[in-house]
């Protein structure tokens, strides 16, 4: 059985009720229950954090044991060095996934720390890129 995990970066804990013009009504963990019973062929995780240090120290730590990670780092895909450098130290393949499309978004969000290392990116399909991301692994 494939082991994957799911990443989320800072605020993604307020999917749901913040900016649902952006990002939709619906919560991450009722989103996330959806896809558990989908992929039950799989052993799929969720862990969020908004703190840099955590993130990075979540990736260590599954990074040389599980099949696959899919990364949302948000605000710290744009900002984070540390991030990016994690991604590059880990052997478990990485695909950074954004729910909106950030090149549509301010210019600041065009960078990212985390592509050149990655597996993959997809962004722009709301929840569903997450969906996406899992079907890369399969």
Known sequence: MKK???INGPNLNLLGK??????????????FKTIKEKYQEI?????QSNVEG???????EVGF?????????AAYTHTSVGIGDAVKAIETP??????????AREEFRHQSYISPNAKGVILGF??????LAIQSFL
């Open 126 to 131: 709301g929840l569903q890129s997450y969906e």
């Open 54 to 60: 955590e993130i990075i120290n979540k990736l260590q």
């Open 94 to 103: 990485v695909v950074e996934v954004h729910i909106s499309n950030t090149f």
């Open 4 to 6: 994957l995990i799911i």
């Open 43 to 47: 052993s799929l995780e969720h862990y």
């Open 65 to 73: 044991s599980y099949d696959g990670i899919i990364l949302n780092a």
């Open 18 to 31: 913040r900016e649902p013009n952006i990002y939709g009504n619906l919560s991450f963990t009722d989103f």
